[in-house]
């Protein structure tokens, strides 16, 4: 039960930003939004997570919409390393809560 | 160690078996979940440590399934009378109590019976 829905593929150009949807359109004030990645045969990385302000990091940026019914992760220049799973997962605040993957956005970087 | 420690790598063993899977978690990290991901599928949970408590089980597929940690560290997932369906990533995280703080994956182990 993910809670978020996200598209299952998408391609991008090396260079170029990769803007990747999520909706969540039952978020509730204390959930929190994450995204996670995951490399091919690796484990799960944290990218970032916000609340209702846009957050941004030495990986990606988080933009949350107003209603906080939507985000979008952007990666700003996209490496073929970032190609990748990407998660969008909703939590409450306290840590007291599993992380539910969805299937996740498979992004495709192409030279 | 500097993350999530989980061992071993990889394990085949025989149908009918029981196995043994071992994570290290971050050093002062209370929380720890294990997770597995079947050949090409997504991440399933299985259950979720607070301490030495596990206040969420409710992933575990089967009772030949069980998850025990101890000292507020280390955690065994052990998976008896081993099925050829058990074939797996066993990806295990952890992270501190502080709230919204993220997790932390190891490397998980390939389980796969034979």
């Known amino acids: 039960d993910a809670k978020t829905t996200q598209p299952p593929s998408m391609d991008c150009a090396e260079g170029r930003a990769a803007n990747l949807p999520c909706n969540h359109s039952t978020i509730s004030g204390n959930e929190y939004v994450y995204w996670y990645r995951q490399i091919h045969s690796q484990g799960p990385q944290y990218i970032i997570h916000?609340?209702?302000n846009n957050e941004t990091n030495e990986m990606a940026s988080l933009i949350i919409t107003e209603d906080r019914k939507s985000s979008t992760l952007i990666l700003p220049h996209a490496t073929l390393r970032d190609t990748a799973v990407y998660y969008c997962?909703?939590?409450?605040?306290?840590?007291?809560?599993?992380?539910?993957f969805g299937a996740g956005t498979t992004v495709t970087v192409r030279a | 160690g500097a993350g999530v420690s989980q061992s071993p790598s990889n394990k085949v063993t025989e149908k009918g078996k029981d196995v043994e899977l071992r994570c290290d978690p971050i050093s002062g990290h209370t929380a720890l979940y294990w997770y597995r991901q079947s050949l090409g599928q997504g991440l399933e949970f299985l259950i979720y440590f607070q301490g030495n408590s596990a206040p969420d089980k409710s992933g575990l597929p089967s009772d030949r399934f069980s998850a025990e940690r101890t000292g507020g560290s280390v955690s065994t997932l052990t998976i008896q009378r081993t099925q050829q369906e058990d074939s797996a990533v066993y990806l295990c995280?952890?992270?501190?109590?502080?709230?919204?703080?993220?997790?932390?994956f190891g490397q998980g182990t390939r389980l796969t019976v034979v």
């Open positions: 916000g609340l209702k």
């Open positions: 995280a952890s992270s501190s109590r502080t709230e919204n703080t993220e997790a932390f």
């Open positions: 997962i909703v939590r409450p605040r306290s840590n007291d809560y599993k992380l539910s």
